[in-house]
């Protein structure tokens, strides 16, 4: 019989990811977003326009029953939007009743099996002041200090989706994601995460130049495979494992040496100008001892990799871009 899923979120970055691999499983895919996903070649089974803050359209998304149902969608971005302190109402007012639609809706629907994606920065900022040695296993969630109304708004939704695992014997499984990158997502315009940009800035400059960099660059965060992530989401959602557990890597580097080794895998020689800037915590790492112990799993491809082909694909988009733009001028 074929697989029934619904992604919520499918035209975002991991979200059109997703949608490939359960395309490529058989599954009969209904994705779901306020807009068409920009650059994916991948296309569900069915797409619906919509905004899952209106409870009249979660009714029509969530209108048959799905084997499982993956909640992706959110009002997020890179620093520069969600650390800026500018958009701090509409993520959590938007994020916050896109959850609470759609747990509504799937409890009416009686449909148990549910994704989460909750993210790393739920932890408190009082274990992530040193670079070197941040706390981040999923014990240490309690007693709560996000760095960000973002984080915050991920904790509760945490807190919902396990209340309605409590209260009504939903199968909701929770994974923290940590700073997922790779190709076919946000590369520029503001809402691009760190390993887009400093590809983007590189793919620009030319052997010698300098790039801007926010803070001194010794923030130390892991970052994560778009590809590992979404077998890290599958595993947990078709496991008897609920979560949280973390999805992310344990490869932790500072900024300027992910600067270092993008601008190798460039070939060119780049110079960082350190700049002001929204930063986030000193450090991040994703703490992978309880994946390993509960899935027997955890990710493993190096930074470099999936730097390289996410390189690639960015360099083509700013290559493409500043053709049109010559051909337009």
Request: charged content about 25%; glycine content about 10%.
């Amino acid at each position: 019989m074929t697989k029934s899923v619904l992604v919520c979120g499918a035209g975002g970055f991991i979200g059109g990811h997703l949608v490939r691999r359960l395309m490529e499983e058989g599954c009969w895919v209904r994705g779901v977003d306020n807009k068409r996903h920009e650059y994916s070649s991948a296309h569900p089974t069915e797409f619906m326009l919509g905004d899952l803050c209106d409870q009249q359209f979660v009714a029509k998304v969530v209108d048959r029953d799905y084997d499982e149902v993956y909640q992706l969608a959110a009002d997020m971005g890179g620093a520069g939007y969600i650390f800026s302190g500018e958009n701090d109402a509409a993520i959590m007012q938007n994020s916050a009743t896109i959850n609470l639609n759609m747990l509504n809706a799937c409890h009416r629907r009686s449909i148990g099996r549910i994704f989460y994606s909750s993210s790393a920065c739920i932890y408190p900022a009082h274990n992530q002041t040193d670079p070197d040695n941040p706390n981040c296993a999923e014990d240490s969630a309690y007693p709560a200090a996000p760095d960000s109304e973002y984080g915050w708004e991920k904790l509760f939704s945490e807190r919902l989706h396990m209340a309605y695992r409590h209260n009504y014997g939903m199968d909701v499984h929770v994974a923290r994601y940590h700073n997922i990158f790779g190709p076919e997502g946000t590369w520029a315009g503001g809402r691009e995460k760190a390993p887009a940009a400093i590809c983007r800035k590189i793919a620009m400059a030319s052997d010698g130049d300098a790039i801007e960099v926010w803070g001194d660059g010794c923030q130390t965060r892991s970052f994560l495979y778009v590809d590992e992530c979404v077998e890290g989401t599958l595993r947990l959602m078709r496991s008897d494992i609920r979560g949280p557990l973390n999805i992310g890597s344990e490869e932790m580097v500072t900024i300027n040496q992910m600067v270092d080794l993008v601008a190798d895998i460039a070939g060119k020689k780049i110079i960082k100008r350190h700049i002001a800037g929204p930063l986030g915590v000193r450090g991040r790492n994703s703490d992978n001892r309880l994946i390993q112990e509960q899935l027997n799993w955890a990710p493993s491809e190096s930074l470099r990799a999936g730097l390289e082909k996410t390189y690639a694909w960015i360099a083509l988009q700013v290559e493409q871009s500043m053709a049109q733009v010559a051909k337009v001028a």
